[in-house]
C-alpha cells in the first residue's frame, strides 16, 4: 500500500475481489484452530470492507483480529480470485494503528523503543545486540538462569527471556567486506541485504550467502550498515515509517547498478518486492521503487535463474523442507530451495506433512500472541518428527528461530540450517 | 419481528454452555455465504458442539419464536445460509468428528460439520471411495452437502450426494431428535424420510448425523484432453460416447471466454481461437479403462476433435486437467463480482443452450464465461461483472432470466447442484409448477407449523 492509504480510501476493487467462497479457510491456521469465521480471511475481509463502508468504526475488537490474524499468506495461495491480501492486511493494520484501538502506554513505549527506533537506526540496533551478546557471552545469562532471576520478571517477560536468541560474536560487517569479487571471471553483480535478525543472530548465514553468490560468478556488493527494510513495520500498522526505511534502502543500493539484490530472509524479500506499491505516487522514488522490486531476488531464486553450479561436495544427511510462508506463500518460492537442496550430493530430501503451515514465527507473532505461536510449534515440531530427519532445512531467520526453540524444548537431536548455508558446506567441502 | 428484550442474554440463559457471540465483528463475518451480493446480518451466531446443543437451540427457538438460519461453512452459491431478519446463525462448523469407518458395511457415520475432504480422505484410509466431489469439497461440510444435495465432477457416472446417504440424524423444530435410515441397502418400511432432508436446503429440520455409503475405488483412470472449432463437434462427442454405451467419470468442458480468460491466466498452451475444450476422462478395471479410451479418442476424432491429447501418466493426466481445474479461477479474476450459475438442460440440449447464453451475453451486452459437466448437461455460465455498476447489475439479472427460462423451456431446471436458496426463489414456481411449490409448502408446515427454520428460503409460505 502505499502510505497514507486507508481501507476506506483503498480501491474498491480489490476488496470486492473477494468472491467469499471459503476456500481459503481450510488454509488459515487461526480459523484451523477456531472453526471461527471471525478469524479467517473470508472473516476478516468482511470486517475490513465494513469499515471501507462505513458500516464498522474500526473498534478494539477489529484490531485485536488483526493481530490474531498471522499474515501467513496461506489464504492467498488458496485464493481462486487472487485477492492481494498482503495489501489488504497491512492497510487495515494501520488503520487500527491510526484509530489508536489498541493503545497503551506500555505498548507505546515498546512500540516507540523498537519500531521507531532500534528498527530505524542499524547501528543503535548493532548496539543492543552487542549488549546482548556481552550479557551471554560473559556467562551472566547462565548464571541468571541458575539462580533462576527469570522468575522474578513478570509473567510474560519471562516468556520473552526464554525466547532471547543466541547473539553472534561477529556481525554480518565483520564478516563480509563491503566489495568481494569471485575468482573466477565476474558475471553479475549483486547487492547483498544482511538484514536486521539475520546480522545479530546469523551473521554466518550471510557470510556463506556471499559465498555461495562468488562462488557462481557474482561481485557481491555488502554495505557494511544497511537499515531495516521496513517490512517489519509495514506488517505492524506503520506504513509511514517503512515508505521511509525504502526510500533509505532505494538511496543505499542504487538498483540500477545492480544485476540483483539479494536477499536471504523470506520474511522481508516479501516485503522488499512491494517497494512499488509503498512508493506508488512518490514524485522521486516511484520509478526507482518499481525498478528495484524487478531487481530484489531471494537467494534460491537468484541461483536457480542464473543456473548455480552443482556442489560436488557430498552431505551425507537427511533433510527435510519448512516453507517459510513469506517464500511459497508471500513470493510463490517453492521450487528452488527443493532443487538446491537436492543438488548436494549424499542429501537424502524427505518431505515435511504440511510443509506449507506457518510455524508460528511470523515475524513478532511469538512474541505478540505467544499461545497460538506455541502450539503452530508443537505442530510443527511433531511433523519434522515425523520425517526422522536430522536436520530441517529453512529460509527465514525467524522460522530459523522459532523452530530451533520448538526442538530444544523437545530436546531433539534435530539441526536447524537453510539451504544456502548447507549448499556453501558443500562448496567448502570440495577444497578439502 | 423484533425479539422483546436482549436475545443473546435470553439464549445464554436458555441454553446452558452454548456459545453465543454477539458483537459486530463477531457477527459480520456470518453475515453472508458464498453467494455473491447477498448480505444479512444476524442478531446472533451460535456455535453447536453436540446434538444436544442443537436440541437445546430448537428448543429455545420454538418457545420464543426466533427463526434459526444452520450453517457449515457458508460456501453454498443460492444464499441457503445467508441469515434472515433478526434470527440466529446455527452454526454446525465444530460438530466435525467422523465417527465410524464401518468396512464390512461399506458406510462412514460422521457429525454434520465433517468436511467433505476429510470425510473423502477417511474413506481413502480405509482403501475405499466417496465419490460426490462439489467444487468447495476442501471446505464444505458434510451436512450443508446433504442439505443442498451438491453435485461435482463425478456426476455423471456416480451420482451426486443423495446417492450415497444411507441414514441421517435430525433435530426437528421444537427439538424433537429422529434418526432415519440405516445400514441396509434394502429398507421399504415406510416412507424415506431420509430423502425428504436431502436437498431441504435446512428447511425442514437439523442435519447432525450423516451415514454414508462408500463403495471400491476405481483401480485405474485414463484422462484425454480434445479440442474443437465448433461446440456442437464437442456435444456430438458427447452424445456419440454415451450412445456407445460408454459412461466416462468425466466430461468436463470450456467454451471460447473461458478458454481465453485461462489462457490468459495460467499460459498453459491452449489454443486462442477454439470454440470448445473437453477434458474426458474414464475409470474402473485397468482393462474397461483400456478399451473405453481408445473407443473415445475414436469417437472424438470422429467428430471433429481437431487436436486429442491422451494422458501416459498421472502428471500428464493432471497437466491436461490444469485448464478445467483453473477455470474458475480464471474468470473469477477478470472482474471484481463473479455470480457462478448453475443452469441444466438434458444432455442432447446443451450446444443449444450454450449458444443461447452467448447470444443472451451479446445482446445484453455482458461478459459470461461458460464451462461445466457436459456429461450431466450441468452448465456454470459464470458472470463477469461488478456489483457496483447497478445498471450492469440489471442487465444480469434479465440475461439471469432469459437464461433460466429457456432451460426450462428444454426440459431443464434453474439449478442442477446450487440449490434454490434466495436467489432462485423467484424462478421456481416457473420451473416446478405451483402445484409442486404447493405440496413443498404442506410438507414444511407440517415438519415446521411455525416456520423458524431457514424461513424465506427455497419459497414463501404464503403464495
Same mark, same amino acid.
Given at each position: 500500500?502505499?502510505?497514507?492509504?486507508?481501507?476506506?480510501?483503498?480501491?474498491? @476493487?480489490?476488496?470486492?475481489?473477494?468472491?467469499?467462497?471459503?476456500?481459503?479457510?481450510?488454509?488459515?491456521?487461526?480459523?484451523?484452530?477456531?472453526?471461527?469465521?471471525?478469524?479467517?480471511?473470508?472473516?476478516?475481509?468482511?470486517?475490513?470492507?465494513?469499515?471501507?463502508?462505513?458500516?464498522?468504526?474500526?473498534?478494539?475488537?477489529?484490531?485485536?483480529?488483526?493481530?490474531?490474524?498471522?499474515?501467513?499468506?496461506?489464504?492467498?495461495?488458496?485464493?481462486?480470485?487472487?485477492?492481494?491480501?498482503?495489501?489488504?492486511?497491512?492497510?487495515?493494520?494501520?488503520?487500527?494503528?491510526?484509530?489508536?484501538?489498541?493503545?497503551?502506554?506500555?505498548?507505546?513505549?515498546?512500540?516507540?523503543?523498537?519500531?521507531?527506533?532500534?528498527?530505524?537506526?542499524?547501528?543503535?540496533?548493532?548496539?543492543?545486540?552487542?549488549?546482548?551478546?556481552?550479557?551471554?557471552?560473559?556467562?551472566?545469562?547462565?548464571?541468571?538462569?541458575?539462580?533462576?532471576?527469570?522468575?522474578?520478571?513478570?509473567?510474560?517477560?519471562?516468556?520473552?527471556?526464554?525466547?532471547?536468541?543466541?547473539?553472534?560474536?561477529?556481525?554480518?560487517?565483520?564478516?563480509?567486506?563491503?566489495?568481494?569479487?569471485?575468482?573466477?571471471?565476474?558475471?553479475?553483480?549483486?547487492?547483498?541485504?544482511?538484514?536486521?535478525?539475520?546480522?545479530?543472530?546469523?551473521?554466518?548465514?550471510?557470510?556463506?550467502?556471499?559465498?555461495?553468490?562468488?562462488?557462481?560468478?557474482?561481485?557481491?556488493?555488502?554495505?557494511?550498515?544497511?537499515?531495516?527494510?521496513?517490512?517489519?513495520?509495514?506488517?505492524?500498522?506503520?506504513?509511514?515509517?517503512?515508505?521511509?526505511?525504502?526510500?533509505?534502502?532505494?538511496?543505499?543500493?542504487?538498483?540500477?547498478?545492480?544485476?540483483?539484490?539479494?536477499?536471504?530472509?523470506?520474511?522481508?524479500?516479501?516485503?522488499?518486492?512491494?517497494?512499488?506499491?509503498?512508493?506508488?505516487?512518490?514524485?522521486?522514488?516511484?520509478?526507482?521503487?518499481?525498478?528495484?522490486?524487478?531487481?530484489?531476488?531471494?537467494?534460491?531464486?537468484?541461483?536457480?535463474?542464473?543456473?548455480?553450479?552443482?556442489?560436488?561436495?557430498?552431505?551425507?544427511?537427511?533433510?527435510?523442507?519448512?516453507?517459510?510462508?513469506?517464500?511459497?506463500?508471500?513470493?510463490?518460492?517453492?521450487?528452488?530451495?527443493?532443487?538446491?537442496?537436492? @543438488?548436494?550430493?549424499?542429501?537424502?530430501?524427505?518431505?515435511?506433512?504440511?510443509?506449507?503451515?506457518?510455524?508460528? @514465527?511470523?515475524?513478532?507473532?511469538?512474541?505478540?500472541?505467544?499461545?497460538?505461536?506455541?502450539?503452530?510449534?508443537?505442530?510443527?515440531?511433531?511433523?519434522?518428527?515425523?520425517?526422522?530427519?536430522?536436520?530441517?532445512?529453512?529460509?527465514?531467520?525467524?522460522?530459523?528461530?522459532?523452530?530451533?526453540?520448538?526442538?530444544?524444548?523437545?530436546?531433539?537431536?534435530?539441526?536447524?540450517?537453510?539451504?544456502? @548455508?548447507?549448499?556453501?558446506?558443500?562448496?567448502?567441502?570440495?577444497?578439502? | 419481528?423484533?425479539?422483546?428484550?436482549?436475545?443473546?442474554?435470553?439464549?445464554?440463559?436458555?441454553?446452558?454452555?452454548?456459545?453465543?457471540?454477539?458483537?459486530?465483528?463477531?457477527?459480520?463475518?456470518?453475515?453472508? /455465504?458464498?453467494?455473491?451480493?447477498?448480505?444479512?446480518?444476524?442478531?446472533? =451466531?451460535?456455535?453447536?458442539?453436540?446434538?444436544?446443543?442443537?436440541?437445546?437451540?430448537?428448543?429455545?427457538?420454538?418457545?420464543?419464536? =426466533?427463526?434459526?438460519?444452520?450453517?457449515?461453512?457458508?460456501?453454498?452459491?443460492?444464499?441457503?445460509?445467508?441469515?434472515?431478519?433478526?434470527?440466529?446463525?446455527?452454526?454446525?462448523?465444530?460438530?466435525?468428528?467422523? +465417527?465410524?469407518?464401518?468396512?464390512?458395511?461399506?458406510?462412514?457415520?460422521?457429525?454434520?460439520?465433517?468436511? *467433505?475432504?476429510?470425510?473423502?480422505?477417511?474413506?481413502?484410509?480405509?482403501? +475405499?471411495?466417496?465419490?460426490?466431489?462439489?467444487?468447495?469439497?476442501?471446505?464444505?461440510?458434510?451436512?450443508?452437502?446433504?442439505?443442498?444435495?451438491?453435485?461435482?465432477?463425478?456426476?455423471?457416472?456416480?451420482?451426486?450426494?443423495?446417492?450415497?446417504?444411507?441414514?441421517?440424524?435430525?433435530?426437528?423444530?421444537?427439538?424433537?431428535?429422529?434418526?432415519?435410515?440405516?445400514?441396509?441397502?434394502?429398507?421399504?418400511?415406510?416412507?424415506?424420510? #431420509?430423502?425428504?432432508?436431502?436437498?431441504?436446503?435446512?428447511?425442514?429440520?437439523?442435519?447432525?448425523?450423516? +451415514?454414508?455409503?462408500?463403495?471400491?475405488?476405481?483401480?485405474?483412470?485414463?484422462?484425454?484432453?480434445?479440442?474443437?472449432?465448433?461446440?456442437?463437434?464437442?456435444?456430438?462427442?458427447?452424445?456419440?460416447?454415451?450412445?456407445?454405451?460408454?459412461?466416462?467419470? *468425466?466430461?468436463?468442458?470450456? /467454451?471460447?471466454?473461458?478458454?481465453?480468460?485461462?489462457?490468459?491466466?495460467?499460459?498453459?498452451?491452449?489454443?486462442?481461437?477454439?470454440?470448445?475444450?473437453?477434458?474426458?476422462?474414464?475409470?474402473?478395471?485397468?482393462?474397461?479403462?483400456?478399451?473405453?479410451?481408445?473407443?473415445?479418442?475414436?469417437?472424438?476424432?470422429?467428430?471433429?476433435?481437431?487436436?486429442?491429447?491422451?494422458?501416459?501418466?498421472?502428471?500428464?493426466?493432471?497437466?491436461?486437467?490444469?485448464?478445467?481445474?483453473?477455470?474458475?479461477?480464471?474468470?473469477?479474476?477478470?472482474?471484481?463480482? *463473479?455470480?457462478?450459475? /448453475?443452469?441444466? =438442460?438434458?444432455?442432447?440440449?446443451?450446444?443449444?443452450?450454450?449458444?443461447?447464453?452467448?447470444?443472451?451475453?451479446?445482446?445484453?451486452?455482458?461478459?459470461?464465461?461458460?464451462?461445466?459437466?457436459?456429461?450431466?448437461?450441468?452448465?456454470?455460465?459464470?458472470?463477469?461483472?461488478?456489483?457496483?455498476?447497478?445498471?450492469?447489475?440489471?442487465?444480469?439479472?434479465?440475461?439471469?432470466?432469459?437464461?433460466?427460462? #429457456?432451460?426450462?423451456?428444454?426440459?431443464?431446471?434453474?439449478?442442477?447442484?446450487?440449490? =434454490?436458496?434466495?436467489?432462485?426463489?423467484?424462478? +421456481?414456481?416457473?420451473?416446478?409448477?405451483?402445484?409442486?411449490?404447493?405440496?413443498?409448502?404442506?410438507?414444511?408446515?407440517?415438519?415446521?407449523?411455525?416456520?423458524?427454520?431457514?424461513?424465506?428460503?427455497?419459497?414463501?409460505?404464503?403464495?
Amino acid at each position: 500500500m502505499s502510505s497514507g492509504e486507508t481501507l476506506a480510501s483503498l480501491d474498491y @476493487s480489490i476488496l470486492q475481489q473477494c468472491m467469499h467462497c471459503g476456500l481459503c479457510l481450510p488454509t488459515c491456521p487461526t480459523y484451523d484452530a477456531t472453526k471461527n469465521e471471525q478469524h479467517s480471511p473470508r472473516g476478516r475481509i468482511s470486517l475490513m470492507r465494513a469499515i471501507a463502508d462505513g458500516r464498522l468504526a474500526p473498534t478494539r475488537g477489529f484490531g485485536e483480529e488483526m493481530s490474531y490474524c498471522l499474515g501467513c499468506l496461506a489464504c492467498e495461495t488458496a485464493c481462486p480470485a487472487g485477492v492481494d491480501y498482503a495489501h489488504l492486511f497491512e492497510t487495515a493494520r494501520a488503520d487500527g494503528e491510526r484509530a489508536g484501538v489498541l493503545d497503551h502506554p506500555l505498548r507505546r513505549i515498546v512500540r516507540g523503543l523498537t519500531l521507531k527506533f532500534l528498527f530505524t537506526h542499524p547501528r543503535c540496533l548493532r548496539m543492543a545486540g552487542r549488549l546482548l551478546w556481552l550479557y551471554q557471552a560473559s556467562g551472566l545469562q547462565k548464571l541468571a538462569r541458575v539462580l533462576g532471576l527469570p522468575r522474578l520478571l513478570p509473567n510474560r517477560l519471562r516468556e520473552l527471556e526464554a525466547l532471547t536468541p543466541i547473539i553472534l560474536a561477529k556481525f554480518s560487517h565483520q564478516l563480509i567486506a563491503p566489495v568481494e569479487n569471485p575468482k573466477e571471471k565476474r558475471r553479475y553483480r549483486v547487492g547483498l541485504l544482511t538484514g536486521c535478525v539475520q546480522d545479530l543472530v546469523f551473521a554466518d548465514i550471510n557470510r556463506d550467502t556471499a559465498d555461495v553468490l562468488l562462488a557462481n560468478g557474482c561481485e557481491v556488493v555488502t554495505p557494511p550498515v544497511q537499515p531495516c527494510c521496513g517490512s517489519l513495520h509495514a506488517h505492524n500498522g506503520d506504513p509511514e515509517t517503512a515508505a521511509g526505511m525504502a526510500r533509505r534502502m532505494i538511496d543505499l543500493f542504487n538498483p540500477a547498478s545492480f544485476d540483483a539484490i539479494v536477499t536471504n530472509a523470506a520474511g522481508c524479500g516479501s516485503h522488499l518486492k512491494n517497494y512499488g506499491r509503498l512508493l506508488d505516487g512518490d514524485p522521486v522514488y516511484a520509478n526507482r521503487a518499481r525498478e528495484w522490486d524487478r531487481k530484489v531476488k531471494d537467494i534460491q531464486e537468484w541461483l536457480v535463474e542464473i543456473g548455480f553450479r552443482t556442489p560436488k561436495g557430498v552431505i551425507r544427511e537427511r533433510v527435510t523442507y519448512h516453507e517459510a510462508c513469506h517464500l511459497c506463500h508471500g513470493q510463490k518460492i517453492t521450487r528452488q530451495p527443493r532443487e538446491i537442496l537436492r @543438488s548436494i550430493p549424499g542429501l537424502e530430501l524427505v518431505e515435511l506433512p504440511e510443509s506449507t503451515w506457518c510455524c508460528g @514465527s511470523a515475524g513478532v507473532y511469538n512474541l505478540t500472541q505467544p499461545e497460538t505461536a506455541m502450539a503452530l510449534q508443537k505442530r510443527k515440531v511433531g511433523h519434522i518428527f515425523s520425517t526422522q530427519a536430522r536436520v530441517v532445512a529453512t529460509s527465514n531467520p525467524g522460522c530459523h528461530l522459532q523452530i530451533s526453540i520448538g526442538l530444544a524444548r523437545r530436546q531433539a537431536d534435530v539441526r536447524v540450517d537453510q539451504p544456502v @548455508s548447507l549448499l556453501a558446506r558443500a562448496y567448502r567441502l570440495e577444497k578439502d | 419481528m423484533a425479539f422483546p428484550g436482549n436475545l443473546t442474554a435470553a439464549l445464554r440463559a436458555g441454553c446452558a454452555g452454548l456459545e453465543v457471540r454477539d458483537q459486530p465483528e463477531e457477527l459480520i463475518p456470518y453475515s453472508f /455465504d458464498g453467494t455473491a451480493v447477498l448480505q444479512q446480518l444476524p442478531a446472533a =451466531v451460535v456455535f453447536a458442539k453436540s446434538t444436544q446443543e442443537v436440541v437445546s437451540v430448537l428448543r429455545w427457538s420454538a418457545l420464543n419464536k =426466533v427463526p434459526v438460519v444452520t450453517r457449515g461453512s457458508g460456501t453454498g452459491l443460492s444464499g441457503g445460509s445467508v441469515p434472515v431478519p433478526g434470527g440466529i446463525v446455527l452454526c454446525l462448523s465444530k460438530m466435525d468428528k467422523i +465417527l465410524e469407518v464401518d468396512a464390512a458395511n461399506l458406510t462412514l457415520r460422521a457429525e454434520s460439520g465433517a468436511l *467433505t475432504a476429510t470425510i473423502s480422505g477417511a474413506a481413502e484410509k480405509a482403501g +475405499l471411495f466417496y465419490p460426490p466431489d462439489p467444487g468447495s469439497m476442501k471446505i464444505s461440510t458434510i451436512g450443508g452437502n446433504v442439505a443442498e444435495n451438491s453435485g461435482g465432477l463425478r456426476g455423471l457416472k456416480y451420482g451426486v450426494t443423495r446417492d450415497y446417504v444411507m441414514g441421517l440424524e435430525v433435530v426437528l423444530s421444537g427439538g424433537e431428535v429422529i434418526w432415519t435410515g440405516n445400514k441396509c441397502v434394502k429398507d421399504v418400511a415406510g416412507y424415506t424420510l #431420509r430423502d425428504l432432508f436431502i436437498g431441504s436446503e435446512g428447511t425442514l429440520g437439523v442435519i447432525t448425523q450423516v +451415514l454414508l455409503k462408500l463403495i471400491p475405488p476405481p483401480a485405474a483412470r485414463k484422462t484425454m484432453l480434445a479440442v474443437y472449432d465448433d461446440m456442437e463437434k464437442a456435444a456430438h462427442t458427447v452424445s456419440a460416447i454415451i450412445a456407445a454405451k460408454i459412461i466416462p467419470c *468425466t466430461l468436463e468442458f470450456l /467454451d471460447r471466454v473461458t478458454i481465453r480468460c485461462v489462457e490468459d491466466y495460467a499460459k498453459i498452451g491452449l489454443p486462442r481461437d477454439a470454440e470448445a475444450i473437453l477434458l474426458m476422462e474414464t475409470d474402473g478395471h485397468p482393462a474397461a479403462v483400456e478399451m473405453e479410451a481408445a473407443a473415445m479418442e475414436k469417437i472424438a476424432r470422429e467428430n471433429g476433435a481437431r487436436s486429442l491429447k491422451t494422458a501416459a501418466h498421472a502428471a500428464e493426466a493432471a497437466s491436461l486437467a490444469t485448464a478445467r481445474r483453473s477455470a474458475f479461477s480464471a474468470l473469477a479474476r477478470v472482474a471484481p463480482t *463473479t455470480i457462478l450459475e /448453475d443452469a441444466t =438442460v438434458p444432455r442432447n440440449c446443451l450446444p443449444e443452450m450454450i449458444g443461447f447464453i452467448q447470444e443472451v451475453g451479446k445482446k445484453h451486452r455482458l461478459k459470461i464465461g461458460t464451462f461445466g459437466h457436459m456429461g450431466d448437461g450441468n452448465l456454470h455460465p459464470t458472470f463477469l461483472t461488478d456489483e457496483k455498476n447497478r445498471d450492469e447489475m440489471h442487465r444480469v439479472e434479465a440475461a439471469m432470466q432469459e437464461i433460466f427460462h #429457456r432451460a426450462v423451456e428444454l426440459g431443464g431446471t434453474i439449478t442442477g447442484e446450487h440449490g =434454490v436458496g434466495l436467489a432462485k426463489k423467484k424462478f +421456481l414456481e416457473g420451473a416446478v409448477g405451483r402445484e409442486n411449490v404447493a405440496i413443498m409448502r404442506r410438507i414444511k408446515l407440517a415438519l415446521d407449523p411455525h416456520g423458524l427454520l431457514n424461513p424465506g428460503k427455497i419459497f414463501d409460505l404464503s403464495s
